[in-house]
């Protein structure tokens, strides 16, 4: 997904790690992201489990070995999605860049491109009714969902919230995921993964309520 190049520090890339790089850009992914090893993976996963919002774990950026400053022009949810864009950009905007004697200027010309992509995008949803940020967050969210427990698109998501689960002697912070068919539950602390999926109709609801009045503590 193209993105409005957003200028950032080359010393904040410090949480991904370079896939692919060319002269004028270079394909990231989080660190962490499907690693299962490695300390700086397990701190980096830990640490965007518990948080609200995530960044997509792949990413584009528009860089120059001159300048301290990158861009990012896009980003994705798989390394499919991220590799398409790659694609793109070294068929058909890399053989224009490469024309210009000075890079800055074939970054001025590469950020221009990117940012008319977008509002091209963004032009053809004008009738539509824009999606608040909530709503932008939400979508991810599900989809983030659907990945995780391997759920078809079919099962729609209802709400989520930040949990912890109690198993074995500490609590495992995570997320647990309502949707309509099911309960399910996920943590990512230093390297140890808990999944959990339960359909609704498995589970049973055991009440209890105190007071003067109820005999027996009653429990229903």
Same mark, same amino acid.
């Given at each position: 997904?193209?993105?409005?190049?957003?200028?950032?520090? %080359?010393?904040?890339?410090?949480?991904?790690?370079?896939?692919?790089?060319?002269?004028?850009?270079?394909?990231?992914?989080?660190?962490?992201?499907?690693?299962? &090893?490695?300390?700086?993976?397990? %701190?980096?996963?830990?640490?965007?489990?518990? &948080?609200?919002?995530?960044?997509?774990?792949?990413?584009?950026?528009?860089?120059?070995?001159?300048?301290?400053?990158? !861009?990012?022009?896009?980003?994705?949810?798989?390394?499919?999605?991220?590799?398409? +864009?790659?694609?793109?950009?070294?068929?058909?905007?890399?053989?224009?860049?490469?024309?210009?004697?000075?890079?800055?200027?074939?970054? +001025? $010309?590469?950020?221009?491109?990117?940012?008319?992509?977008?509002?091209?995008?963004?032009?053809?949803?004008?009738?539509?009714?824009?999606? +608040?940020?909530?709503?932008?967050?939400?979508?991810?969210?599900?989809?983030? $969902?659907?990945?995780? $427990?391997?759920?078809? +698109?079919?099962?729609?998501?209802?709400?989520? =919230?930040?949990?912890?689960?109690?198993?074995?002697?500490?609590? &495992?912070?995570?997320?647990? =995921?309502?949707?309509?068919?099911?309960?399910?539950?996920?943590? !990512?602390?230093?390297?140890?993964?808990?999944?959990?999926?339960?359909?609704?109709?498995?589970?049973?609801?055991?009440?209890?309520?105190?007071?003067? =009045?109820?005999?027996?503590?009653?429990?229903?």
């Amino acid at each position: 997904m193209w993105v409005k190049p957003q200028e950032m520090l %080359v010393s904040n890339s410090l949480l991904w790690v370079t896939e692919t790089s060319s002269r004028f850009f270079c394909l990231q992914k989080r660190r962490g992201h499907g690693e299962k &090893r490695g300390f700086g993976a397990m %701190v980096v996963g830990t640490w965007d489990n518990i &948080r609200d919002s995530k960044p997509r774990p792949f990413r584009i950026l528009l860089h120059n070995a001159e300048s301290d400053f990158s !861009y990012v022009v896009a980003s994705a949810a798989s390394l499919e999605e991220a590799r398409e +864009d790659w694609a793109w950009l070294q068929e058909t905007l890399v053989p224009t860049l490469e024309t210009f004697d000075d890079d800055l200027q074939a970054m +001025d $010309f590469a950020q221009a491109k990117i940012h008319s992509l977008v509002t091209m995008e963004e032009s053809r949803h004008e009738g539509e009714e824009p999606l +608040d940020p909530e709503r932008l967050k939400f979508r991810e969210v599900e989809a983030r $969902f659907h990945r995780l $427990f391997n759920l078809p +698109d079919q099962e729609k998501l209802v709400n989520y =919230y930040a949990c912890a689960l109690w198993k074995g002697p500490l609590p &495992r912070h995570g997320w647990v =995921y309502l949707s309509v068919n099911h309960l399910c539950f996920y943590s !990512y602390i230093m390297g140890v993964e808990l999944c959990v999926v339960i359909r609704w109709c498995c589970l049973a609801v055991s009440l209890t309520l105190s007071g003067p =009045y109820t005999p027996n503590g009653g429990r229903t």
